[in-house]
Nanobody, 128 residues
Framework: QAQLVESGGGLVQAGDSLRLSCAAS????????MGWFRQGPGKEREFVAAVNWGGGKTYYSDSANGRFTISRDLAKNIIYLQMNNLKPGDTAVYYC?????????????????????WGQGTQVTVSS
């Protein structure tokens, strides 16, 4: 059964860095786009970053652009989210997601949530 497991969350101070990991298992994800979403307290889930099947193309939300970097290790079936200069507004549960049959970053951004495979989430808390 296909599964995504996030790790790397925690409590940090504003300005700190954190790297999230998402380990994929149960099937090959090498031909699928993957990405990160987050849901802050009292907020709706929002897109953060996406990477295409080969890792050569990425796409970011405005809030993540310039501070976050998404990457993937095809051999290990893991994607990462390097987050730098964290702000209290970045506090959220971060979710890893994978398309079920799309290879481009557009698939992560545009597919309905029910069409994506989701991890259980990892909490990131940024104190001021």
């Amino acid at each position: 059964q296909a599964q995504l497991v996030e790790s790397g969350g925690g409590l940090v101070q504003a300005g700190d860095s954190l790297r999230l990991s998402c380990a994929a298992s149960g099937r090959s994800f090498s031909n699928l786009a993957m990405g990160w979403f987050r849901q802050g307290p009292g907020k709706e889930r929002e897109f953060v970053a996406a990477v295409n099947w080969g890792g050569g193309k990425t796409y970011y939300s405005d809030s993540a652009n310039g501070r976050f970097t998404i990457s993937r290790d095809l051999a290990k079936n893991i994607i990462y989210l390097q987050m730098n200069n964290l702000k209290p507004g970045d506090t959220a549960v971060y979710y890893c997601a994978a398309t079920r049959n799309g290879s481009s970053t557009d698939s992560i951004v545009q597919d309905p949530p029910n069409n994506l495979l989701w991890g259980q989430g990892t909490q990131v808390t940024v104190s001021s």
